[in-house]
């Protein structure tokens, strides 16, 4: 079955600085791979996709970006972090020929 | 645009009580509906999907169902126990994406022994 690696798991960053969330996958190949956000007492929004190496759609304008250099690598990432980037991410997983929604066990960002 | 709505948002029960925790949907052009658990601090778990074309789903003490005419998902657990305690969340996938679920908010569920 599919594992869903995330790191750092919790991070505190100052305002301004960059970030780079990792997300790993293992037990699927050429899975679609997601980044969602869950803001404190908010419900989860989706903010990339990918369905493929180096294929990246973005859901909302903002101040982050992904990559995937890999098949089963996913990186979140920003140049100058800001405030309300502060949340939990979470990297999840749909199977090609599946449909059930995997997520990892995400990453707590802080920004200060 | 479609929109997904769980209420309450917040229940408490005591122990060994049965329950039905609710989930709306805006648009019935969906794909399928699935059901989350989410403990504080960690990431979700799957616990039922529920296609279009279904009624419902079972998985041990719990029971989903779903009317899509009608815009509504019921996720019905059995017995309930202190380990239940949790957030529940149900998420649509809309009938025109291949990949994004559109999420409620979430219902916080403590199971008081």
């Known amino acids: 079955s599919q594992t869903i690696h995330q790191w750092p798991a919790t991070l505190v960053q100052p305002v301004g600085s960059p970030l780079s969330l990792e997300c790993t996958v293992e037990?699927?190949?050429?899975?679609?791979l997601y980044w969602y956000r869950q803001a404190a007492g908010r419900g989860l929004q989706l903010l990339f996709y990918?369905?493929?190496?180096?294929?990246i759609s973005s859901e909302v304008p903002q101040n982050l970006s992904a990559s995937r250099p890999q098949d089963r690598q996913f990186i979140l990432s920003s140049k100058k972090l800001l405030l309300s980037d502060s949340g939990f991410y979470l990297c999840?997983?749909?199977?090609?020929?599946?449909?059930?929604?995997?997520f990892g066990e995400g990453s707590w960002l802080t920004v200060v | 645009k479609q929109e997904v709505t769980q209420i309450p948002a917040a229940l408490s029960v005591p122990e060994g009580e049965n329950l039905v925790l609710n989930c709306s949907f805006t648009?019935?052009?969906?794909?399928?509906l699935q059901w989350f658990r989410q403990d504080p601090g960690k990431g979700l778990t799957s616990l039922l999907l529920?296609?279009?074309?279904?009624r419902e789903q079972t998985s041990g003490r719990l029971n989903a169902s779903l009317d899509k005419s009608s815009g509504r998902s019921t996720l019905y657990i059995a017995a309930s126990q202190p380990g239940d305690s949790a957030t529940y969340l149900c998420?649509?996938?809309?009938?025109?994406?291949?990949?994004?679920?559109?999420f409620g908010s979430g219902t916080r569920l403590l199971v008081r022994p």
């Open positions: 999840a997983l749909r199977q090609p020929s599946g449909n059930t929604i995997y």
């Open positions: 037990g699927t190949s050429n899975p679609n």
């Open positions: 990918s369905v493929g190496i180096g294929q």
């Open positions: 648009d019935s052009a969906i794909y399928n």
């Open positions: 529920i296609q279009s074309s279904q």
């Open positions: 998420a649509v996938r809309p009938a025109d994406s291949s990949y994004k679920l559109i």
